[in-house]
């Protein structure tokens, strides 16, 4: 599974993107996230504020309940701020 | 049409383009947003913007279905840069085009709103006030996700 980081998540967990095998158990964004936050400080501390992070799978934007499976690309990133 | 871009672009010269050779189009609606030299009381020396090659193509190319959808156009074109730029530089051009000028209006304030929201791009503010200088990046503001919320259906 391929996970990217964009703007200043990037910054926290210190890489643009990585190569990850989480367990079989993890199976949708919430529970990959929290998967996640045990590697990386900096995700822990973002994801500690509700709603800041956002994520995508596959490119499309995702909620936490929903599915993510080994080969997807998910990425996560602050809200947008584009335009 | 969308383009996703690091160079600067000539906005007149896109306006002609988009009308070129075609005698039905009776209006063209356009914003264009720009760098600005100050957020507040700081003075903004320069603006970086990130993007997500890939997801970023597929959002603007979904928003602008959704306003072909709404709306009676002949042609739109939405064109996004991407890097550092500085003040008074051109970020993002949205352009809509039909027979009568309210689709055309409407239909680029959707743009804008929409894009403000859903295209996965990201500011860094190169910022100097009297405390020195710094970067930041900027904050997602409620305004926005409020103007969008208004063409939801």
């Known amino acids: 599974m391929k996970i990217l980081y964009f703007a200043?998540?990037?910054?926290?967990?210190?890489?643009?993107?990585?190569?990850?095998?989480?367990?079989?158990?993890?199976?949708?964004?919430?529970?990959?996230?929290?998967?996640?936050?045990?590697?990386?400080?900096?995700?822990?501390?973002?994801?500690?504020?509700?709603?800041?992070?956002?994520?995508?799978?596959?490119?499309?934007?995702?909620?936490?309940?929903?599915?993510?499976?080994?080969?997807?690309?998910?990425?996560?990133?602050?809200?947008?701020t584009g335009g | 049409m969308i383009r996703v871009q690091e160079a600067p672009f000539d906005v007149g010269a896109e306006l002609a383009a988009l009308s070129a050779g075609r005698t039905d189009i009776g209006a063209i609606a356009s914003f264009v947003g720009l760098v600005r030299d100050h957020a507040?009381?700081?003075?903004?020396?320069?603006?970086?913007?990130?993007?997500?090659?890939?997801?970023?193509?597929k959002k603007l190319a979904e928003i602008e279905a959704e306003a072909r959808a709404r709306w009676p156009l002949q042609a739109s074109l939405i064109v996004h840069r991407y890097g550092r730029m500085l003040p008074g530089e051109p970020i993002v051009l949205v352009a809509t085009a039909s027979p009568h000028r309210s689709a055309a209006l409407e239909a680029c304030a959707f743009l804008i709103d929409w894009l403000k929201t859903e295209a996965p791009f990201w500011k860094l503010e190169e910022t100097r006030d009297d405390a020195g200088a710094g970067a930041r990046w900027v904050e997602a503001r409620e305004t926005d996700e409020r103007a969008a919320a208004r063409w939801r259906r």
């Open chain 1, 8 to 80: 200043w998540l990037r910054s926290r967990t210190g890489m643009a993107h990585e190569e990850v095998a989480p367990p079989a158990e993890i199976t949708t964004v919430g529970a990959l996230m929290e998967w996640l936050a045990g590697r990386h400080p900096g995700f822990a501390e973002a994801m500690a504020a509700p709603g800041v992070i956002r994520a995508a799978v596959n490119q499309d934007y995702a909620q936490p309940e929903d599915p993510v499976r080994p080969g997807d690309e998910v990425a996560f990133f602050p809200p947008v």
């Open chain 2, 40 to 57: 507040g009381a700081q003075a903004t020396l320069a603006m970086t913007l990130e993007h997500y090659p890939g997801m970023t193509e």
